[in-house]
């Protein structure tokens, strides 16, 4: 196999995180290995709401840590909360100086959103749902201008190069159709979530897990993988991936209805429609599957203003047939973001000496069992950063590698695996549902291999099943008190051993 030897740091994935990483790892040379065009297969560039930060006057890291704490439903490890909320406003301010435009006030500061869960108006948006598309433009600008990074489009992961002491020292990529190992000082992986795995998702769909499945198969430890959270309001307009109606609109005023015009969702929490992410996600797929829909309603709160003042939700809703101005807007939950991953200490380290992780595909604790919204491009900018950091002071020498690599899932076999996943580790899950889905991932397993997306799909199911309480983003109708707050720490070896599964059974 050709072997290319890369004398830096390679970061896989050209999401925020990634790109964040690559630039702080300067002085020391990166290369940036992506599938995708740039700007395109990732999560950032979909984002609409935009970026959590204490800016505003009456508002303060202590309290943007708190909110965290409270959303993410007893998981979150609140020392980590503080460090991204205190570093939140500095990373907002470098984004901006990067050329991101977000919108200002008349006297130059950021203008903020409210959504929900949040104490105040925290979030710095760009012309009201542009934030993530117009962040990773300026992002992306300022990483082809980097003389230190490198980067390598149509270039897939495909496996993970160890030594005999579990040291990553590169990775296996398919260029062109070619398997080639690039060796290199650290491996960052900033591959995203695991949208890609649920057949309902506002994430694009090539995200399948790949970087967790591998560093799975590699022997990292994972962390809370069951914790998956469903936005509650993509829009039901029968694509995939589906997209996204930002939370902002309820910020503004939007409002919850149901077929029969009812406002529902003061019936699930007093909070009504500014309620926690998993809260609203689990009352619309109540109302839906009562046979009374869901719908968004901002004909009163955004009307005529839609074109100018959420763009992206105005133009998603006119491509399906529905004029969000005139019309409620048919919502449903869909998979949104992965709370767990590959667990990871603040500066991207994980488990493996050499592997570094950063943004969704990691797990710092910092969301516990339900992220808090827009905290997603706030983690990437922060924990990027310091990922980039730490892995370019790594300095291995040089060993025998192994490569660990993975078999590709048939297109068939994938569709058969999201189905699966919505089907029974969706908003409701239950013992019986998380093992039949299992049983299908070891079907699916052994006619096609240890494929990345089977692993973190068995890395979620497993723990979903383990998880005998409701939390978060994970509900079982089966359990539905909390029990006594534990995060789930794991290897693929614990799970796939017997024992575990009959007992959570
Ligand atoms: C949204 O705009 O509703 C999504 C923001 C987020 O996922 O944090």
Not at 254 to 266: K, P, Q, T, V
Request: aromatic share 4%.
């Amino acid at each position: 196999m050709a072997r290319i030897r890369h004398e830096g740091v390679l970061v896989v994935g050209a999401g925020l995180a990634g790109l964040t990483a690559a630039l702080a790892a300067a002085p020391a040379r990166v290369m940036v290995l992506t599938d995708a065009p740039l700007n395109q297969g990732c999560s950032s560039a979909w984002a609409q709401g935009g970026v959590a930060a204490a800016l505003g006057e009456d508002d303060a890291p202590a309290l943007h840590a708190a909110d965290t704490v409270e959303a993410g439903a007893g998981l979150v490890d609140a020392d980590v909360a503080r460090l991204l909320a205190d570093e939140g406003p500095e990373a907002v301010r470098r984004l901006a100086a990067l050329g991101a435009p977000f919108d200002r006030t008349a006297d130059g500061g950021f203008a903020q959103s409210l959504e929900a869960a949040h104490g105040r108006a925290r979030v710095a948006r760009v012309k009201g749902d542009q934030a993530g598309r117009a962040i990773m433009d300026a992002v992306t600008i300022a990483v082809l201008a980097a003389r230190h990074i490198e980067v390598r489009t149509g270039t897939k992961l495909t496996g993970l190069l160890q030594d005999a002491e579990g040291r990553i020292h590169g990775v296996v990529a398919r260029i062109g159709g070619r398997p080639v190992e690039i060796t290199a000082r650290a491996v960052i992986l900033a591959t995203g979530g695991i949208g890609g795995l649920y057949a309902v998702t506002t994430t694009p769909a090539e995200l399948q897990g790949d970087g967790l499945g591998l560093a799975a198969l590699a022997g990292a430890a994972i962390a809370d993988p069951e914790f998956v959270q469903f936005h509650p309001t993509a829009i039901d307009i029968g694509r995939d991936p589906a997209p996204l109606a930002t939370e902002a609109l309820r910020g503004e005023g939007a409002s919850l209805i149901n077929g029969d015009g009812e406002r529902f969702m003061a019936r699930y929490h007093p909070a009504a429609e500014m309620a926690p992410r998993d809260i609203v996600a689990r009352a619309i797929h109540a109302e839906r599957e009562a046979g009374r829909g869901a719908f968004l309603d901002a004909r009163t709160a955004v009307g005529a203003h839609f074109p100018e003042e959420f763009p992206a939700v105005y133009a998603a809703c006119m491509g399906g047939g529905i004029d969000p101005r005139v019309q409620p807007i048919p919502v449903a939950p869909a998979c949104h973001y992965h709370m767990g991953g590959i667990a990871t200490d603040t500066e991207g380290r994980t488990s493996l000496p050499g592997l570094f992780a950063a943004g969704e595909c990691a797990s710092t604790g910092v969301h516990g069992a339900n992220r808090l919204a827009s905290n997603s491009l706030l983690e990437a900018a922060v924990f990027g950063a310091r990922a980039g950091r730490a892995a370019a002071l790594e300095a291995p020498e040089p060993r025998p590698l192994t490569a660990i690599t993975a078999p590709e899932l048939p297109a068939a076999a994938l569709q058969t695996l999201r189905q699966a996943m919505s089907r029974d580790a969706g908003v409701i899950r239950d013992a019986a549902g998380l093992a039949r889905l299992l049983a299908e991932i070891d079907a699916l397993e052994a006619a096609h291999g240890r494929a990345a997306p089977l692993v973190a799909a068995r890395l979620v199911a497993a723990c979903a099943l383990a998880r005998r309480e409701s939390r978060g983003g994970h509900y079982r109708q089966d359990f539905t008190e909390l029990q006594s707050p534990t995060r789930t720490v794991t290897t693929l070896g614990q799970i796939e051993r017997p024992s575990l599964r009959f007992a959570a059974e």
